[in-house]
């Protein structure tokens, strides 16, 4: 007689999660999630820019009324804003049309950028679809996340125009006025500070110099947040910092051989890319230190020390570090000052008078 099969012991158990994969799940979903989004052709220019280079963490997103330079931009997802007002063609150097425009289409920009923590906003301000359609979607987020406690931090990023463009420089001033009260914090660059940081460089060039200042300040933060680094930076102190800040002042410097530190940190806390009035009155810096693989922890600390010397006690300070491969041998230093006033935005304010910023 046939004997009864003894039960087999196996049984089999669905599909386990390595370790490994655990690891990566978890650290994905304890990163914030980071969006920055250019707007009118300079905010592009840098999102092309952040692309070409690849930025670990963030989408990039594309916001323009003007389809031929969407069309040379490169991003993560482009969105042609005002085609009923513009077909396309640009604003013409309306700030009040590339605000209609920004409303003909909120709700796409708005679904790119509306799962994210940390959401960047970059334009020139100065032109038509810039100035009008970053201040337009920093009023449509502020009204969205109103009393929201899971909020996104909004951060503008912007450059002021050149002198020689007179023309656009009270648009310019009066779009800041608006975006600095409706985001979080501003970060402004100065374009006319930034040339002569540079040395004097001629106007296309100078752009470039905007551009890749604007992207590494994005890029830098972005990738410290999202990303394992030699020293990561923290969502919450970064939101302690920059929420209701008003604007923020930065300033990049570099440098080589046996004093890099020292040399990259002046530079940066005397290169500052916007005047500012009182830095004494500042509520927070953002230091950030990039280097070779051969920067130091000890390096990275000196560059924090040196900087806390030179603000009052009460600032928060906070720092992130990463190693930049591209970076050989030499060091390279970030300074965000957050909560400071800038006389050249004040004068303009009192000038303005009773003038209001119609759409
Ligand atoms: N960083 C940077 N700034 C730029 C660039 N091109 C222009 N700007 C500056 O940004 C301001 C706005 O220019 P654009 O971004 O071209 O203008 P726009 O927002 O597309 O507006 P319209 O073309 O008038 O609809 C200018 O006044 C310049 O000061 C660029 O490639 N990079
Ligand atoms: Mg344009």
Known sequence: MEQPQEETQFEETPYRETQEEKIQKYARMAAPTVVAVGLGGAGCNVISWAKERGITGGKLVAVNTDATHLMITKADKRILIGEKLTRGLGSGGYAEVGEKALYENANEVIYELSKSNIIFMVAGLGGGTGTGSIVGLADVLRKKFAGNPMAPLIVGVVTLPFEVETARMASAKRGLSRLKSSCDSVVVIDNNRLVKVAGNLPFREALGVANTTVGKFVKGVTETITTASLINLDYADLKAIMTGSGLASIGIGEGTGETRVETAVEKALNGRLLDIED????????????????????????????????????????????????????????????????????????????IKFKF
């Open 279 to 354: 830095v004494t009155k500042a509520q927070g810096l953002l230091i950030h230190v990039s280097g070779g693989e051969d920067l130091t922890l000890s390096e990275v600390n000196r560059a924090a020390e040196i900087m806390k010397r030179s603000l009052p006690p009460k600032v928060k300070i906070i720092w992130g570090a990463r190693v930049d491969k591209e970076l050989k041998g030499a060091v390279s230093v970030m300074a965000v000052v957050t909560g400071v006033e800038s006389a050249f935005l004040r004068k303009n304010e009192k000038h303005l008078g009773p």
